[in-house]
């Protein structure tokens, strides 16, 4: 042991000592830098000088320390230079990086690594001020904007960014103020100098709410040439009207209404605005019609009438809005509203005239003239000849003018010009009378009645199918008729042919299926035909039967025939019960008989079928056999095809199962192989003989470990592998050579094999059989390094960059980079999946394996630069929402996001912004839609949408103008208190969210509602008894909230009164009592003063006053808690109450 730790010394100090010279080799000095100063972002060249012998690859690193000059344990890279001698690096501060003026730079090598001191100069990051600029005066809605104005430093130069208070594009175009909403917005500008730019300054810019335009007031319809009066609207509360006569755009306006012309008819719109505030509303247009008047009312000429008949109503259409004038002369009269009834006692015409009012303007009148004509006589008629049910009838017909025809309506219905034609259906069988006028100059006269008669036609005669197999006697046919009918057959025909008394004959020598048609006479009438099928069914042939032959004492099956519907028969022709099974006891020869069944149930002729039953043979003779099982290192063995003596031989497993042929033992498994074997004469198959083949088998070695790990140039001994008694033991070393002896490990290189330098071991029993091989690997490890690549130069924010690891050595390797990514691997190639969250430089920060620390490799970083996306919220549509209402939040996007990324709304207290919600809803696009939280509370907020990117989230900018929500409410109410009867007592209630609130609250017998704008809130009730008060609803401008709480009134009730008026003029109050209570006594005390008597619940005096006060204060501090009575007397009036202290 002491040896082996002077060796492991000795070795560990050469290593130092190499490395101490391999160290002093190299150096890096002489950083320096220019430009000095700069803004942040900007570019500079650091140059450097290196010594020394630097590896193929070599990286050299610039390093930026923070604003004091310390170099931190993962100081920010801004550049590189793969080379290895002295040389210049390109470098780029983070725009992020914070000004200062004692920043330093140092460079680092990746082979071998080294790091030179840190700058002797500071490098200096400054950021300019943002430029001044004023507030513009405020703009009315819509009015049009001048763009800004700001000042920068000399030299410098202004960037617009609009309303992006960060990202955006800058401009150098003033920016244009939007004035199309009103509210308060936020514009920025920021400057450059010497190419760094500062901060951006805002400038408000308020846009006051154009008013609304005023109220006019409608103006009537005018008459042509009517007197108008003047217009005339209403502006708003500290506003004053403009008006502009006919002019919609344009002109001068005028403090005084104008009245319209009437010369014209027509509409003209007048206009007038309103200002308000210094901003004047859009014009408002007031219409003025001016009527030419209606024209006449539109009538019906002539109007019609029958000698005394009820006379028709005189009937005119006015214009919408009008109303009727009736007259009975062309001009003058005094007009009426209501039609004139004309009269039909006397032939003749008479003419009425009628005209309409339209807004107060009548047209000129129209004529109606009422003409009385006489009534005809009926017309003539035409009476048909008598219909069969279901025929197809004539239209009727008459003589007469202009005739209408009513069916069968003898009174009322419709009459129509078409000829009525008759019904033959089942339900006009009879006869049926039909009716029909004549109207000759608008007079109809009375319905003449026409009689159609119809008559019963019977039903098709009832018909019975007939079936019947192929050469049997056909009998007749027959059919069912109605009393008094005669039949009509038709043969084969469907329609048309010849009818005729007979009954047709069908034939029966060979299979058909015909139809046969007949109908049946009554009163001259004929049925619909009826079809009777008759079907002659194919007898079968004999089925086919082949000859069997069986072994004596086989299990036979069931006999089968190619047939459907087999009857079977013994060789005497007797039907036998089913299908027969053979008996195969004895040798011989049987004989069966069998026929088939068509489906129609027609039997054919019978086929014979001989059964034979043949003698056994015996088993065939076989002999075992025995090999050893197949390992890598068993030498060939002859395994032949199994063999046995007998005719057709048939093979099986030992589970019974046939196998194709004669099989060949497999040696792949240990163990005894049973298989069976049979054999065939005159198809009849022998019992089976058992053949056994046996495989010997020896197991692998016994090895102590499997797997044994060194360090390069550790010393070993001999593997260690235990065989059977009686076995001999063979070796294989890794490159494939075979020895006896016990093979001892080589430390002095690493193994060739990443997962091991394999030795095998196998043995050889004294039968001659070779085991399988038993593996031990041997791992040799040097100390690893650590090479990283970056297969993704540049991805987008949030998505994963991987990282390629190759290791040297063995392994399993530990490892540990930059940004905190640290694991374990066995493989020496391997990548790992980071996700950068901005420009990243991974760096390897440590590797080890079992043979303790490595180094880095080449490369020993990896860069992945990352785009960064943006997300800018856009105005939105509305300022003002309610606690859980919908908001639609617009917004835009720069750069490209994960596939999986959502957007979402957050909102940040104006007043505090680490207080945020969210809204529980994402989009995949603008806008994101959601409803607001139920108990978010009241007060502005910023609005912004996240993206959130596969976890790496992107805030937006916040909202131009802020958002206000206004809170649901909640109300609660709570509390015990004692009461005395009929006295009032304060509940209180306790609200939330934005006044004023509405809210009901209920005992067991009624609700109360009332309105609360302060919270608490007291409400006054008079309970008569014990009251649990519940508080039912709340509810404010943001629709109904959470009520919930009672309270509980306890009510004392007085003990007795003398007199009740007294009872109403004595007060006791506060109830209960605390330290004091006042006695208030409401009546007149000139004559007799008032005794009050406090006592215990005992009855008992403790104090007495007399008294003429109004008010009588009563201290109960020094009195224990509990009831007490109070007595107030007057005169010969008293009054006592209870009181409770507490």
């Known amino acids: 042991m002491k040896g082996r730790s002077f060796y492991l010394s000795v070795v560990i100090l050469l290593w130092l000592c190499c490395l101490a010279e391999r160290s002093g080799a190299q150096a890096l000095t002489g950083v320096t830098f220019s430009p000095t100063s700069l803004c942040p972002g900007g570019a500079l060249t650091v140059n450097f000088t290196a010594t020394g012998t630097f590896g193929t690859g070599n990286v050299f690193t610039a390093q930026l320390s923070d604003a004091t000059g310390f170099m931190p344990v993962n100081p920010t890279v801004i550049g590189s230079v793969t ?224 000698l005394n008949q009820t006379p028709p109503s005189l009937t005119a259409t006015a214009s919408l809005g009008g109303t009727l004038n009736w007259y009975t002369a062309a001009t003058g009269g005094i007009a009426s509203s209501v039609a004139p009834k004309p009269t039909t006692n006397s032939l003749g015409s008479t003419t009425y005239y009628v005209s309409q009012s339209v807004s107060g303007c009548e047209s000129p009148r129209a004529a109606l003239t009422v003409t009385v004509s006489s009534i005809p006589f009926m017309p003539n008629i035409a009476i048909p000849s008598a219909y ?114 007979v009954a047709p004959k069908p034939s029966s020598t060979t299979p058909s299926n015909a139809l046969y048609y007949v109908s049946q006479t009554l009163n001259g009438c004929e049925s619909p035909r009826a079809s009777l099928r008759v079907q002659v069914k194919a007898t079968p042939t004999a089925p086919g039967v082949s000859p069997i032959s069986l072994c004596n004492n086989a299990t036979a099956t069931p006999l089968t025939a190619n047939g459907k519907n087999l009857k079977w028969y013994d060789s005497f022709d007797k039907l036998l019960g089913g299908t027969p099974t053979p008996n195969t006891s004895n040798v011989g020869t049987l004989t069966y008989k069998v026929s088939q069944v068509s489906d129609d149930g027609c039997e054919g002729p019978k086929a014979n079928l001989s059964v034979v039953v043949n003698a056994l043979p015996g088993m065939p003779t076989v002999k075992n056999v025995s090999y050893c099982q197949a390992q890598t290192d068993q030498p060939a063995q002859n395994i032949e095809v199994l063999q046995a003596t007998g005719q057709n031989l048939k093979w099986y497993n030992q589970a019974g199962n046939q196998l194709p042929g004669a099989p060949t033992p497999s040696i792949d498994k240990s163990g005894a192989q049973v298989y069976l074997v049979s054999q065939t004469v005159n198809n009849c198959e022998s019992p089976r003989a058992t053949l056994q083949v046996n495989v010997g088998a020896i197991a692998a070695p016994t090895v102590a470990k499997t797997l044994l790990v060194y360090c390069i140039d550790e010393k070993v001994g001999p593997l260690e592998a235990a065989g059977e008694p009686g076995s001999t033991l063979q070796w294989i070393d890794p490159y494939g050579r075979f020895r006896s002896d016990t093979p001892i490990p080589s430390t002095q290189n690493t193994n060739v094999n990443p997962d091991g330098d394999i030795f095998y071991v196998y043995q050889i029993s004294s039968g001659g059989c070779y085991s399988p091989r038993a593996a031990i690997r041997v791992i040799v490890n040097a100390p690893p390094t650590l090479a990283l690549r970056s297969q993704n130069a540049t991805v987008n924010l949030g998505e994963k960059a991987t990282l390629e690891l190759k290791f040297t050595g063995s392994g399993p390797y530990s490892y540990s980079i930059s940004e ?295 201290d109960l501090t020094g009195q224990p808690n509990g009831i007490y009575l109070v007595r107030v007397q007057v005169g010969d009036r008293q009054v006592i109450r209870k009181i409770l202290k507490q």
């Open 83 to 306: 080379r290895t001698t002295s040389g210049t690096i390109n470098a780029i501060i983070p725009k992020t990086a914070v000004a200062g003026t004692g920043y330093r730079i140092r460079i680092v090598s990746s082979t071998v690594a080294k790091a030179s001191i840190t700058s002797a100069i500071t490098l200096a990051l400054t950021t300019p001020v943002p430029p001044t600029a004023a507030t513009p005066a405020p703009y009315c809605q819509g009015a049009s904007a001048a763009p800004l104005t700001a000042t920068a430093l000399a030299g410098a130069t202004l960037q617009w960014y609009g309303q992006n208070a960060t990202g955006g594009t800058g401009s150098s175009t003033p920016t244009v103020p939007v004035t199309t909403q009103a509210g308060t917005a936020n514009y920025y500008v920021s400057q450059i100098v010497n190419s760094c730019e500062s901060t951006r300054r805002s400038i408000t810019v308020t846009v006051k709410t154009a008013p609304v335009g005023p109220t006019v007031t409608p103006v009537p319809t005018y008459c042509l040439s009517q007197t108008a009066t003047a217009l005339s609207a209403t502006p708003s509360a500290g506003g004053t009207l403009n008006w502009y006569g006919t002019a919609a755009t344009g002109g001068t306006a005028s403090s005084v209404a104008p009245k319209p012309s009437t010369t014209q008819a027509g509409t003209t719109n007048y206009y007038v605005s309103q200002t308000l505030n210094g901003c004047e509303s859009a014009r408002v247009a007031i219409a003025v019609t001016v009527s030419s008047g209606p024209s006449a009312p539109v009538v019906k000429n002539p109007t019609q009438a029958c």
């Open 388 to 501: 069969c049910e279901g025929a197809t009838a004539q239209a009727l017909s008459a003589g007469g003018q202009n005739l209408l025809w009513y069916g069968v309506n003898k009174t009322g219905g419709t009459g129509s010009p078409t000829a009525t034609i008759p019904s033959t259906a089942s339900t006009a069988i009879g006869t049926t009378s039909y009716y029909v006028t004549q109207t000759v100059n608008g007079c109809e006269s009375a319905r003449a009645t026409i009689p159609v008669q119809v008559k019963d036609t019977p039903n098709a005669p009832v018909t019975s199918a007939l079936d019947i197999c192929q050469g049997v006697t056909v009998p007749a046919l027959s059919i069912s008729l109605v009393a008094n009918a005669t039949a009509n057959w038709y043969g084969t025909s469907a329609t048309g042919g010849t009818p005729t008394t």
């Open 820 to 1114: 905190g990514y640290t694991g374990t691997c066995r493989r020496a190639d391997t990548t790992i999946a980071v996700v950068p969250r901005g420009n990243t430089t991974y760096q390897v920060a440590g590797v080890s394996n079992g043979c303790g620390l490595g180094l880095p490799g080449n490369p020993a970083t990896a860069s992945v630069t990352v785009r960064v996306p943006t997300v800018s919220t856009n105005t939105l549509a509305t300022t003002t929402l309610c606690a859980g209402t919908s908001i639609d939040v617009p917004f835009t996007t720069t750069g490209q996001f994960t596939q999986d990324n959502r957007f979402k709304i957050e909102l940040a207290s104006t007043a505090d912004t680490s207080k945020k919600y969210s809204v529980a809803a994402t989009a995949l696009r603008s806008p994101v839609s959601g409803a607001l939280p139920d108990t978010i509370p009241s007060g502005q907020y910023y609005v912004r949408v996240i993206a959130l990117n596969s976890g790496v989230s992107v805030p937006g900018t916040d909202s131009p103008t802020p958002l206000t929500i206004r809170s649901k409410p909640t109300a609660s109410l709570s509390g015990t208190l004692v009461a005395q009867e009929g006295m009032p007592v304060n509940l209180t209630f306790t609200f939330g969210g934005d006044g004023p609130w509405t809210f009901t609250f209920a005992d067991s017998l009624q609700s109360y509602s009332g309105t609360a704008t302060t919270s608490p809130y007291l409400a006054e009730v008079r309970p008569n008894k014990n009251t649990v008060y519940r508080l039912t609803s709340v509810s404010n401008n943001c629709g109904t909230g959470v009520a919930s709480g009672t309270a509980t009134v306890a009510v004392f009730s007085v003990l007795g009164t003398g007199d009740s008026s007294l009872d109403q003029q004595v007060k006791i109050y506060p109830m209960p009592v605390t330290t004091t209570f006042t006695v208030e006594l409401n009546l007149q005390l000139i004559f007799n003063p008032a005794v009050i008597t406090l006592s215990d619940s005992r009855g008992r005096p403790l104090q007495e006053r007399v008294t003429r006060l109004h008010y009588n204060d009563f």
